[in-house]
Each structure stands twice: as C-alpha cells, then as structure tokens.
C-alpha cells in the first residue's frame, strides 16, 4: 500500500496529500510524505500543513453527514459497511457515551487513536456541537498525529521497514496513553466525588 500511496503523491504532491488525507488514515499517508520532504519533492512543514488541512476537510464532511442523516441510518450503514474502513458499531456508541460528557476532549483526543478518528466524527451526540468549535478542535488533533508521522517519515528515510515500525509504535504508544491518562482521569474523579 506504502508503494501506492508513493507513486500517487509523488505525482501532484501537495493536491495529493491533501485528497488523500481526506480519504485514508493518517498513519498511510503523512510518513510517505515525510519521506517524500526528506528527498527534497516536497516541503515539510507545507506537507504537513495539507495534511491537516485535508484530514479536517475530511472530518467536516463526515460530520456534515451526521447532522443531515438520521443516525439509524448511519448506524445500519456502519453495521453493514464500516468494516470496509475500520469502523465498528461498538466504536461508535463507545464514542458517543465518551463524547456526551466530555465533547471538545473526544474531538481534540479521539484523532490520536487509530480507529477512533473517523468514529468520533460520526458520534449520534455530534450534532449538538457547533462547526467552528468543532473545526478547531479538529484540526488541532490532526495537525499533531500529522506533523509527528510525516516526521517520522522525515528522519526513516528510504526504509520503508522503520517506517512501518514507528507508525505500529506510535499508534500503540498514543493509544495505550491515552487510555492510561483515561484511566487516570476515571480514578481522580471518583476519588473527588
């Protein structure tokens, strides 16, 4: 896939990484374009930029299609085909429960876990929050994942098999933090209350 996603953007560069940003996870294109900084194709912080950009872009859409479609619907559609892209019923109502009582937290947090991403745009509360809040809090989470992945493509090079190494350790590192700092959070709670 890495290969693929190399000859496309080595192609049109920025307009790529930009629609595929919009299209795929972080962690298949931001390191590509790292790589593609690092062999002087591209600008990185401009890489890194687009990304982002189109990552939100995105975000925005599948939250436009929150607020327009009845969330049954979304629900029946992602039972049936939310695998395709790494979406799971449980994700979603997981996300939704998290997102009722912490909002801008899930927005800003959810677009460093691998799988919870596009979940927490698609969250049956997301309608009640207001775009421009929403757009930030978006594009503040996938700047980060974006700047650190394209660096991480940066600094690998050619090897393709570091690459792959530090996006699996990355991914698992954000995720299990997260959940740490989660429980964390849980416990001080209950012990304040």
């Known amino acids: 896939m890495i290969d693929s996603i190399y000859t496309v953007v080595a192609s049109s560069r920025y307009i790529s990484i930009f629609i595929l940003m919009a299209l795929l996870p972080t962690e298949a294109v931001m390191p590509v374009a790292g790589y593609l900084a690092s062999a002087g194709q591209v600008s990185l912080v401009l890489a890194i930029i687009v990304g982002a950009a189109g990552s939100t872009l995105g975000s925005i859409v599948i ?10 619907a979304v629900y029946r559609l992602i039972h049936k085909r939310g695998k395709w892209i790494g979406l799971r019923p449980k994700n979603i109502e997981r996300a939704g ?5 912490h909002a801008s937290t899930a927005v800003l947090v959810g677009r460093f876990v691998p799988g919870l991403r596009t979940a927490v745009s698609l969250s049956d509360v997301f309608p009640q929050m ?16 974006a700047a650190i992945l394209a660096y991480v493509g940066y600094v690998a ?14 991914s698992s590192l954000l995720g299990w933090s997260l959940l740490v700092l989660g429980f964390g959070y849980l416990l001080l709670y209950k012990s304040r209350h």
């Open 97 to 101: 429960r998290w997102f009722d009582r």
């Open 63 to 72: 939250y436009l299609i929150a607020r327009l479609v009845d969330q049954a």
């Open 130 to 145: 207001a775009l421009m809040p929403f757009v930030s809090y978006t594009t503040i989470g996938n700047s980060i994942p």
């Open 157 to 170: 090079g050619e090897n393709s098999e570091i690459i792959s190494l530090a996006i699996t350790s990355i």
